[in-house]
Every structure is written in structure tokens, then in C-alpha cells.
């Protein structure tokens, strides 16, 4: 098999870290892959240590008339089975690289409700959750050309602690993710200010609500209690120097620092927006709490910080399930699985 995945996304983001792990695990596998990015001097360099170095081309807006002519010869410079294409603006550019008469299927990776319009012309398109499954088809689009294709997250169990700045003695907790308002981290910090003053947060990630957050946790009177830590990729390090990790999203299609939290072990604490309570079992493999509602987040934190065999079981049934659904193994299965169907329904979209 071979295959080319396209992704024109921002330089961080879920879907672009998933991306990342999904197309060097598939070189480690055995596939001849090709990635072709947007220009993004931190992906190009990570995906070539894996041992994919990506083509880059522009995928820019409407006056961008170069980069459909340049991806379409890379591709048939390459001969993929299939193209996948990652998110819209891929899409748009990928189906125009395909045109009417191309050798390979053209196959779509959806991670939300994206507009279906950017799609059509695509065999197959795979969906991260069975809620984003259920959507896509009730926008019409045909069953029979639809599959539900998880996401995996790393294995980061063996992670040793990372240096947090905050003092001897503090209780410290993770969130992670863009500062943008789907995020709803204001939420959490008014949850953090009512908790004990020696719980401390670390929140890595960066966006346009960053001074907003910041002086958001000075007017709370938080002080050093919050760790602006940016953009990080040492999160499994994050994660083991973390007592748990808290997700409190107003909208997550999936989650996948929910998935990163199951494989280190952690107790997680997540709104029950629709990832998450997809994802995570209430009370079993973790605890969902009302979205945008601070008390409610702060009472659910503070009774597993005092119940620590609560917080370990729910750390342990969450890694279990991890490596049941969500570890490499099974997703590249299920990967294979959807880039065979996709293969035999070329011409079909």
C-alpha cells in the first residue's frame, strides 16, 4: 500500500500532532508513506527525524494558483493507492490535484463538523468518533462512504517527570490545549480559585486568549498558582509531573489530551462536551463534569485530590483502555482496514 497524506494545518494543533504520529507510525509499519505539508519548519523537521521527510507547498487562499499544478506531480511523482486529505483546505486542494481521471482514490480525514462541501469527489471518509460518524451522516452523506477511524495517542507511560515552576509542596495540575474559547479555560481558572491554595495548575499551550488568561489569574489573586507554560512537546513528561489532568472544553470533537492522559495513567477530569463523553466512562475510566460550570469542577477536583485510590483507580481503568482502543496497534489496524476500502472504491465519489 501506498499512500500520501496531505495536511494544510496550523503549526500546532490536534489534528496536526495526530497527523504527525499517525504518518511516521505507518513508515515504522512497513506503508510507503509521503507527507505533503504546508510550509512549517517544526513539522518538516519532525516528520523527517521519523523518517518522512514532507514535501512543503503553500496551500494558500483563493490567489494561490501553484499549489494544486505542484501537488498533483508530487503525487504522480509518487503513486499512491490513496490520498488522504486532512481537514478543508487539503481537501479543496487535494480534490483538485485528483481531478476526474487520477490513478488513486481520494480519501478524507475528518476530526469535526467540517463543511462537507470540500469533500465531495472523495471514495471514503473517515471519521475520529462514532458522534462525528453519526453527524456526517445526517448531512446526508452515504454510509456505505463512511467509516468510524479512531485516534491514537502515544504511549507516554514511562515519562519521567517534568520541572513545573511552582513551590515544594504544591499539588499540581495539568490542562493542556490551544487558548482559544472553545477551550474554556476561564472556566477552570475559577474552578482553581476556589481549591486550596496549595493546588497549582499548569496549563501548556498558547492562542489568542492568552493575556486575557493571565490577567484573568491576577484578578482571581492566583498569582504563581498558574504556569503559563506554552507550547510543549514533552507532554508525557507533563503528564507524570502532573496529579491529574483536567479537560474543560466547551467544545472537543474528540479530545486527544484525553487519550495522552489515559496512557500516562492519569485521572482525568473532563466536561462532558462530546469527545469526552464519548471517550471516557463516567466514574470508571474517568469524571465528566458540566461544561462552563466552576463549582462543579472545583467540588469533582478536590474530591479525587482527597480520595487518592479513587484517583488511581480511575488512572489505571483509563490505561486500560487506552491500550485496548487507542494505543498504535489497534489504530493502525483499523487505519489499514479503511485505506483498503478506500483503495477498492477509487472513482466511486
Request: proline share 7%; aromatic share 6%.
Amino acid at each position: 500500500m501506498r499512500v500520501a497524506h496531505v495536511m494544510a494545518g496550523a503549526p500546532q494543533g490536534g489534528a496536526e500532532a495526530f497527523f504527525e504520529r499517525l504518518v511516521v507510525a505507518q513508515h515504522r509499519a512497513g506503508l510507503a508513506v509521503q507527507a505533503v505539508i504546508r510550509r512549517e519548519a517544526g513539522r518538516a523537521a519532525r516528520l523527517a527525524a521519523g523518517g518522512v521527510p514532507p514535501i512543503e507547498l503553500g496551500f494558500g487562499g483563493p490567489l494561490d494558483l501553484l499549489t494544486a499544478g505542484r501537488l498533483r506531480r508530487a503525487l504522480a511523482a509518487f503513486r499512491p493507492d490513496v490520498v488522504v486529505a486532512w481537514m478543508n483546505r487539503a481537501a479543496g486542494f487535494a480534490r483538485a490535484a485528483t481531478g476526474a481521471r487520477a490513478p488513486w482514490a481520494l480519501a478524507g480525514r475528518l476530526g469535526g463538523q467540517y463543511r462537507l462541501r470540500h469533500y465531495a469527489g472523495c471514495d471514503l471518509l473517515a471519521a475520529n468518533t462514532h458522534g462525528l460518524v453519526a453527524w456526517i451522516a445526517a448531512q446526508g452523506w452515504p454510509e456505505a462512504r463512511l467509516r468510524h477511524v479512531p485516534n491514537f495517542a502515544a504511549d507516554l507511560a514511562a515519562a519521567s517527570p517534568a520541572p513545573l515552576p511552582f513551590p515544594p509542596g504544591a499539588v499540581p495540575l495539568l490542562a493542556m490545549g490551544r487558548l482559544h474559547p472553545n477551550k474554556d479555560f476561564p472556566t477552570l481558572l475559577r474552578a482553581l480559585a476556589r481549591l486550596p491554595t496549595e493546588v497549582h495548575l499548569a496549563l501548556a499551550g498558547d492562542g489568542p486568549d492568552r493575556l486575557a488568561l493571565e490577567a484573568q489569574a491576577r484578578a482571581l489573586g492566583l498569582g504563581g498558582r498558574v504556569a503559563f507554560l506554552g507550547w510543549r512537546q514533552d507532554v508525557g513528561a507533563l503528564l507524570a509531573a502532573s496529579r491529574m489532568l483536567v479537560v474543560p472544553s466547551r467544545i472537543e470533537p474528540l479530545g486527544n489530551v484525553v487519550l495522552e492522559g489515559f496512557s500516562a495513567a492519569r485521572a482525568v477530569v473532563a466536561t462532558a462536551a462530546d469527545g469526552p463523553r464519548e471517550v471516557i466512562r463516567h466514574g470508571e475510566t474517568g469524571l465528566l463534569v458540566p461544561i462552563g460550570e466552576a463549582p462543579a469542577m472545583a467540588d469533582c477536583i478536590a474530591a479525587l485530590l482527597a480520595a487518592p485510590d479513587r484517583a488511581a483507580a480511575l488512572a489505571a481503568a483509563g490505561r486500560a483502555e487506552f491500550l485496548a482502543h487507542h494505543a498504535e496497534a489497534p489504530v493502525l489496524a483499523a487505519w489499514d482496514r479503511f485505506l483498503a476500502d478506500a483503495a477498492a472504491r477509487r472513482g466511486t465519489g
